[in-house]
């Protein structure tokens, strides 16, 4: 990954494609991402009514996995509630099934009252220590137009959420998330998505913005040995402790010795762009923008899209390997 100083001497670097070297495989699985049995499951329509309640209130006619279900159908579909609705009933109806239909309004209502974050569904982890990949990305807040800005004359600032990710390497799930408003700083959310991991963690690769002692004391508690590759900021200096360097003070002597380029290439650092594709998937796939309002209606719809994009990607994933570009 060239550093951003060499911008100006870019066009000098070759050019690199991609291969997919299991296509049928991933075209198979792109197409599987649009059936509707992927999302509505046998287990789903099982549990579809809720179990009986043994404490004081009423009884709920839904189980939360049937509204999650159509909650994680809207979000692949990128339906509202009402569409989802209708989807739902003539599914039900052309399987010829007995079982009710959450109206839009039980939806809505469910999700705000989901103030708790979901579990993500994500496949099963492999074995031994994770390599992790740390990043955070801006998703709108549902409001007015710009129509409105330009009809009355006032400028607003623009509202944000910022969504956070812990990325496993190897196989591209989301393994933990947090959503923060617009001011929320990304070392703080690193303790956060940690909690949410309980494999020990063998890589910690993240940008400079995590550069800085917090980071480094907070993934050292949850894993001692855990490698963590965050760059530098180009004035940052060695720490005033005594003893031995820090992972810090090493990666400060590499880059002086060898250069940033070199640095990036010994330790991994190129890897940290898989976190950048998740992005990508999320707002390509899920979407750019939140619809929900409240902000614990916010929290579930992230962890729905979570779900969904979970989903997908264990559906279908590409293998590409990286090949030159050749002139002509």
Known sequence: MPHKHNAARRHDIPKMAHRVTNWPEYEAGLRSRGSLTLWITPA????WQAPRRTTPGGQPRYSDLAIETALMLGSALRMRSRQTEGLLRSVLQLKGLALPVPDHTTLSRRVLMARQRRAIRREPLPDGPLHVLVDSTGLQVYGAGQWLQDKHGGKSRRKWRKLHVAVDASTGQIVAHTLTDQDGDDPSQVEPLLEQIANPIGRFIADGAYDGAPTYQTVGRHNAGAQIVVPPRSGAVRSCETGPPTQRDRHLEAIAAQGRLAWQKATGYGRRALVETTMGRYKALIGPRL???????????????????????????????????HAA
């Open 44 to 47: 789903a329509l099982a549990q």
């Open 291 to 325: 619809r929900t309002r409240h902000p614990d209606a916010q929290q579930t719809e992230t962890s729905i899209g979570v779900a969904v994009l979970n989903r997908m990607l264990a559906a279908a994933r590409p293998n590409s390997v990286r090949c030159k570009v």
